[in-house]
């Protein structure tokens, strides 16, 4: 069993940046894979981006996202650069493991708004 809190969001005006923390809890991060989802008013829940092996990034934040893994605080971190009043939503840390389909494991989620 996992446990994910996210922390870190925020209100911040558009080009700003913020940086989300999920820590983790009951498992280390060995053996899964870590990712981000955002859920924005009235719209279905998006895969924003993931680490297992490698890193993979939704078009629509690549360039902007990062995600880095603090393995010692069983961390992991989605910086966010030159936002945009379009990355206003909900973000939610999830964790799977290795090889599954499924994201089995969720946080309850962290506010982001961006002002134009």
């Known amino acids: 069993q996992v446990q994910l809190e996210e922390s870190g969001g925020g209100l911040v005006q558009a080009g700003g940046s913020l940086r989300l923390s999920c820590a983790a809890s009951g498992r280390t991060f060995s053996g899964y894979d870590m990712g981000w989802f955002r859920q924005a008013p009235g719209k279905d829940r998006e895969f924003v981006a993931r680490r297992g092996g490698i890193t993979v990034y939704a078009e629509s934040v690549k360039g902007r996202f990062v995600l880095s893994k603090d393995n010692t605080r069983n961390t992991v971190y989605l910086h966010m650069n030159s936002l945009k009043p379009e990355d206003t939503a909900v973000y939610y840390c999830?964790?799977?493991?290795?090889?599954?389909?499924?994201?089995?494991?969720w946080g309850q989620g962290t506010q982001v708004t961006v002002s134009s």
């Open positions: 999830a964790a799977r493991l290795l090889g599954t389909n499924s994201w089995a494991y």
